[in-house]
């Protein structure tokens, strides 16, 4: 299965910084456009932020001016840098990455996740 990969995730104070990351499966795979979502406890799960394949950026209101969404210039790597964090960021991120298979077919996948614990 080609299934990105997230990471960065932890417990940090009300006020900190984290940057997740979302990586692709290996070459020859690319991230063509990545979504954000995130999953709080006992919520439905909401999207963050996007990014498409011309670096078009789109934010929750919930997020804007403290989230930034970004892939590096391989396109192997996206990111969520995360800061100013609040308790209320406090959930599951997940990642959902459109990978180029070759040129005009592309790969949904998602990551298993990713827990952001932010403490007050």
């Known amino acids: 299965q080609l299934q990105v990969e997230e990471s960065g995730g932890g417990l940090v104070q009300a006020g900190e910084s984290l940057r997740l990351s979302c990586t692709a499966p290996g070459s020859p795979f690319r991230i063509d456009a990545m979504a954000w979502y995130r999953q709080p406890p006992g919520e439905r799960r909401e999207l963050v932020a996007t990014?498409?394949?011309?670096?078009?950026?789109t934010y929750a209101d919930s997020v804007l001016g403290r989230f930034i969404i970004s892939t590096d210039d391989r396109k192997t790597t996206g990111y969520l840098q995360m800061y100013s964090l609040k308790p209320e960021d406090t959930a599951v991120y997940y990642c959902?990455?459109?990978?180029?298979?070759?040129?005009?077919?592309?790969?949904?996948?998602w990551g298993q996740g990713t827990q952001v614990t932010v403490s007050s």
């Open positions: 990014i498409s394949s011309d670096g078009f950026t």
């Open positions: 959902n990455a459109g990978l180029l298979i070759r040129p005009g077919k592309l790969h949904d996948s």
